[in-house]
């Protein structure tokens, strides 16, 4: 059975860097025709794409987040990684690592999501 | 981007009730690049609908979901106890793919 597992701090100082991991079990992130991504939504809000990362290291970035989102993945480790700087009260939000599939360009709909880790950005 | 727009935003409804659930969106979608999600409160959305019309693995037949262009449906035949949820729409055709708003279908 796949699962996918957050992990991360819970508060982040604004304009500081906020750095995930998404740990995955059940699947090889290297040959799988999976995209692996990470999506947010703020309390009582709804959800925001942030983006996806290939096997292959392809990475697809949602426009409105590029200049401050990175996503890596280590495939010996089979995780992959979401690092947002410049944070602010705006990113205060639940967020979920997702594997995708279906579309192209690093969309597609998510078939398996984490249980989601809360983070806040709070001084 | 796509724009979703859901509606209604609440639907207070007793089990047994048939629903129909709205997902207009602010350009052509390709049908089959369209996802429903369900979420209950402090858990993960799951999807029960992708490509426009095709059950998740595990999703009862009492969700379907249709349309065409900009308007779309998600149709729940007889609300069970477990349905009570908020309800998303997903388009992954055109990037960034883009979430509905949401709509919740709660309890009369």
């Known amino acids: 059975q796949l699962q996918l597992q957050e992990s991360g701090p819970g508060l982040v100082k604004p304009s500081e860097t906020l750095s995930l991991t998404c740990s995955v079990s059940?699947?090889?992130?290297?040959?799988?025709?999976?995209?692996w991504g990470w999506i947010r939504q703020p309390p009582g809000k709804g959800l925001e794409w942030i983006g996806t990362?290939?096997?292959?290291?392809?990475?697809y970035y949602n426009p409105s987040l590029k200049s401050r989102v990175t996503i890596s993945v280590d495939t010996s480790s089979n995780q992959f990684s979401l690092k947002v700087n410049s944070l602010s009260a705006a990113d205060t939000a639940v967020y979920y690592c997702?594997?995708?599939?279906?579309?192209?360009?690093?969309?597609?709909?998510?078939?398996?999501w984490g249980q989601g880790t809360l983070v806040t950005v709070s001084s | 981007e796509i724009v979703l727009t859901q509606s209604p935003g609440t639907l207070s409804l007793s089990p047994g009730e048939r629903v129909t659930l709205s997902c207009r969106a602010s350009?052509?979608?390709?049908?089959?690049?369209l996802a429903w999600y369900q979420q209950k409160p402090g858990q993960a959305p799951r999807v029960l609908i992708y490509?426009?019309?095709s059950r998740a693995t595990g999703i009862p037949d009492r969700f379907s979901g249709s349309g065409s262009g900009t308007d779309f449906t998600l149709t729940i035949s007889r609300l069970e106890p477990e349905d009570f949820a908020v309800y998303y729409c997903?388009?992954?055709?055109?990037?960034?793919?883009?979430f509905g708003q949401g709509t919740k279908v709660e309890i009369k």
């Open positions: 059940g699947d090889s992130i290297s040959t799988s025709s999976y995209y």
């Open positions: 997903q388009q992954y055709f055109i990037s960034p793919q883009t």
């Open positions: 490509g426009g019309s």
């Open positions: 350009q052509s979608v390709r049908s089959s690049y």
């Open positions: 997702a594997r995708s599939t279906g579309g192209w360009h690093g969309d597609g709909w998510s078939d398996y």
């Open positions: 990362i290939y096997s292959n290291g392809d990475t």
